[in-house]
């Protein structure tokens, strides 16, 4: 995915000092152009509306991530309502502080985002402010974190979401609303038919694509030659069907009834496939959980590393750590090194294709889109993934928060959230709260 694209627009007025607000702005410019972001827009100062409305025209119709408009001088609402009006993005309104010398206030620029931040509000525009030198470390991450939420707020309007099959009968955790969804996201649900849209076409899979889909396969794990070959080949056929109908529908990432009919009806497990396409950056869900596949999309959408769909399943008491496990779809790229991947068969449908493995340890970011209060809510939180053996046969893994792991449990039970969460390794949770903020979705901390 292509970086962020940050849309720099300095505004000034020609009565304050132009040359210590020039040179401010020529500042900020450097500063955002070493950051891992796509810099737009213009270092010099945009002093009037006719400049104001061009510099915005100019833009109009590019696919911006952040609109960041740095208040050089004090300037009255008006130029930031034109941008505002015209750009469609999330706000960012940058002040600086200045010399307190016991002389003339040379840029007054607090007081312009003042009013600025007055007009948006009362427009019922929601922004974020800085007030901070233009080479202030804090402020260029927040505003890289504020790039990234609004890349992933904008990759999230083009997706499609395939939903395969309904979900199980007493799972309500996996209800979903797709005029919600569309209203807030702007992601389109697609449904697809378990055994005409996916089941006939397993079937006709052609044998030399399945042989070379197990060489590539083989390469990444073991065990391969030890199961059962025409039900894990039948979970690679499903896979390569999955593949397929990605490119050709557009589809991002899918919610799949995974049993009990690919057991009973298509003879394989559907999890080694979903494991596959996870690490493709095709996010999948068990259980058509539709929900999880979009905290999944939000997840690789800010971290551009494959996600992992799980249940909370128990709690490590020597290590202080809730246990999070799935029958054998983690992503592949998320196995422990020190223990190569392998494969097995479903614990309790006895049929392959599942992989086998402990997740490496490292950071994660915990998420879940949640509906249990009736709205929307994204829930966020921030792990450690420790060393440890698998709990259980698939895929596995002790997840440590800053809290005790009971409390963890204790809000998840007392707040009635959905069984399953999602991880991204790496530390993405000011990104997540800030892609929230933009979104106007209610936040539930599971960490401090």
């Known amino acids: 995915m292509d970086r962020p694209r940050v849309a720099y627009l300095p505004i000034a007025r020609s009565t304050f000092d132009i040359e210590l607000a020039e040179g401010a702005s020529a500042t900020a410019w450097n500063q955002l152009s070493q950051l891992p972001v796509s810099v737009v827009g213009q270092a010099d100062l945009i002093t009037d509306l006719e400049s104001a409305r061009r510099a915005a025209e100019s833009l109009e119709t590019d696919k911006i991530d952040l609109l960041l408009i740095f208040q050089a001088t004090f300037a009255d609402s008006t130029m930031t309502s034109i941008l505002v009006e015209k750009i469609s993005a999330p706000v960012m309104l940058w002040a600086i502080p200045e010399e307190h010398t016991g002389g003339r206030l040379r ?85 697809f038919n378990l055994e005409k849209d996916i ?180 829930v966020i939180g921030r792990g450690r993934i420790i060393q440890a053996p698998r709990s259980f046969s698939g895929t596995s893994g002790l997840l440590q928060f800053d809290q005790p792991a009971r409390a963890i449990l204790d809000v998840i039970l007392s707040e009635g959230l959905e069984h399953h969460i999602s991880i991204t390794y790496g530390d993405y949770t000011d990104t997540l709260i800030a892609l929230a903020h933009q979104m106007n979705i209610p936040i539930l901390l599971l960490s401090e």
């Open 107 to 191: 840029l007054n620029s607090f007081c312009g985002i003042n009013l600025a931040a007055h007009a948006l509000t009362r427009r019922g525009c929601r922004y974020e402010t800085i007030f901070a030198p233009p080479d202030d470390p804090h402020a260029l991450e927040k505003i890289h974190n504020l790039a990234l939420a609004g890349r992933a707020r904008n990759a999230l309007r083009s997706m499609r979401l395939g939903r395969v099959g309904e979900h199980p009968q007493g799972f309500e955790t996996c209800l979903f609303d797709p005029d919600a969804i569309w209203n807030t996201f702007g992601l389109e649900v697609v449904q």
């Open 199 to 378: 089941f006939a076409q397993v079937l006709e899979v052609d044998a030399s694509q399945l042989d070379t889909i197990q060489a590539q396969l083989g390469e990444q794990v073991s065990g391969l030659d030890e199961l059962e070959a025409g039900a894990m080949r039948c979970s690679l056929a499903v896979y390569a069907v999955f593949q397929e109908i990605a490119a050709q529908r557009g589809i991002d990432g899918y919610a799949i009834r995974c049993w009990p009919e690919f057991f009973t009806e298509l003879g394989c497990a559907a999890c080694g496939a979903m494991s596959m396409l996870s690490d493709e950056m095709i996010p999948c869900s068990c259980e058509a959980d539709v929900n999880g596949t979009i905290t999944q999309m939000i997840l690789q959408s800010v971290s551009q590393e494959p996600a992992f769909g799980t249940d909370i399943v128990s709690i490590d008491e020597e290590s202080d750590a809730v246990v999070i496990w799935h029958c054998g779809l983690a992503p592949l790229s998320m196995s422990d090194p020190l223990e190569p991947p392998g494969v097995t068969i479903h614990s309790n449908r006895k049929l392959p294709l599942l992989f086998e493995f402990s997740l490496k340890p490292g950071t994660v970011t915990v998420a879940r889109l949640t509906e249990s209060s009736g709205e929307y809510r994204l």
